[in-house]
């Protein structure tokens, strides 16, 4: 096992790095939530290749027995609580819905995208950015680690860090809280066609200008 203070890699390479739909999921993962590198990527498929190495040895055991009972039907359970508390599960669920679970599903549950989908950076490299540098917050508990897994009771208590300069209303990089109902995407797709509107008048006065 090693020393628990040396650094152990947690991620396994590809087998075949050099496949093309590979190379372009993996980049495209990197750069929707905003990734440091592709060794993120494999952090998160080794958890997730973990969690349903799992589940099929526990349906295998399951499929042979008839029923879990005892040592076997705990660990279920217990894989089971884990994924729902972080979010990667909803409730009345059973093995088979892990094997279905997906890598976006794990990503969505990093603290670096919850930040960016509740509002609070303008980008997911932003709430990169906001995290490492102690501007965020749980419960009022500074946290840097943005694969940090957040669970369903704590994901409405994310926050600006209560020292954090950022925590003030008039600061220039604070952007605007997403409203009430509304998604983040929606909020980008409202400025973007905004934005769209106002060059399309600006345009106009100016073709009536040079005429």
């Given at each position: 096992m090693g020393h628990?203070?040396?650094?152990?890699?947690?991620?396994?390479?590809?087998?075949?790095p050099w496949q093309s739909e590979k190379l372009a999921s993996e980049a495209e993962l990197v750069k929707t939530y905003g990734l440091r590198n592709k060794r993120e990527v494999w952090t998160v498929e080794n958890t997730?290749?973990?969690?349903?190495?799992?589940?099929?040895?526990?349906?295998?055991?399951?499929?042979?027995?008839?029923?879990?009972?005892?040592?076997?039907?705990?660990?279920?359970?217990?894989?089971i609580?884990?994924?729902?508390?972080?979010?990667?599960?909803?409730?009345?669920?059973?093995?088979?819905?892990i094997l279905s679970l997906?890598?976006?599903?794990?990503?969505?549950?990093?603290?670096?995208t919850q930040v960016y989908r509740?509002?609070?950076?303008?980008?997911?490299?932003?709430?990169?950015?906001?995290i490492t540098h102690g501007h965020t917050a749980i419960a009022g508990r500074k946290v840097t680690?943005?694969?940090?897994?957040?669970?369903?009771?704590?994901?409405?208590?994310i926050d600006y860090y209560g020292n954090s300069p950022i925590a003030k209303e008039p600061h220039p990089e604070r952007?605007?809280?997403?409203?009430?109902?509304?998604?983040?995407?929606d909020k980008h797709a409202r400025?973007?066609?905004?934005?769209?509107?106002?060059?399309?008048k600006g345009g106009g006065r100016g073709r009536g200008r040079r005429r």
């Open positions: 628990p203070r040396k650094y152990h890699k947690s991620y396994s390479t590809p087998r075949h997730l290749r973990k969690y349903r190495r799992t589940a099929r040895r526990l349906l295998a055991e399951s499929a042979a027995k008839g029923t879990l009972s005892g040592h076997t039907k705990a660990e279920r359970d217990q894989l609580l884990r994924l729902q508390r972080i979010g990667i599960l909803k409730s009345d669920t059973d093995l088979d819905d997906e890598i976006g599903d794990l990503l969505e549950r990093r603290l670096q509740q509002g609070l950076a303008h980008s997911m490299r932003q709430a990169r950015q906001f680690v943005p694969s940090y897994n957040v669970s369903k009771e704590d994901e409405m208590l952007p605007t809280r997403v409203e009430e109902g509304e998604s983040i995407l400025n973007a066609d905004a934005a769209k509107d106002d060059g399309n």
